[in-house]
């Protein structure tokens, strides 16, 4: 069974950094990509980094905004992929989930809020 459990969201005022977490269980995490969406309340879920699998020389891809600010890594010894969030801003205040695509299926975890304000 394919599980997801994220972490490390919270309130963070702007110019500020989190840390978040995806402990990842149920199918071979150094052969899968991973990815992290976010979802404003109101807006669709977006895709925030992606990472590609373990022996990939593939280069994470990020959306534009978060360019330069955010940094998707994984730790294959854990079965963790992280997202270093730093110079946060207002519009980063979203939902943000963990997902993986396997050949059994799309899977997503539960979600950890992140809001920055003052």
């Known amino acids: 069974q394919v599980q997801l459990v994220e972490s490390g969201g919270g309130l963070v005022q702007p110019g500020g950094s989190l840390r978040l977490s995806c402990v990842a269980s149920g199918f071979r995490f150094s052969h899968n990509a991973m990815s992290w969406y976010r979802q404003p309340s109101g807006k669709q879920r977006e895709l925030v980094a992606a990472m590609s699998s373990d022996g990939n020389d593939g280069r994470p891809n990020y959306a534009d905004d978060v360019k330069g600010r955010f940094t998707i890594s994984r730790d294959s010894a854990k079965n963790t992929v992280y997202l270093q969030m730093n110079s946060l801003k207002p519009e980063d205040t979203a939902v943000y989930y963990c997902?993986?695509?396997?050949?059994?299926?799309?899977?997503w975890g539960q979600g950890t809020q992140v809001t920055v304000s003052s």
């Open positions: 997902n993986v695509r396997t050949i059994l299926g799309t899977y």
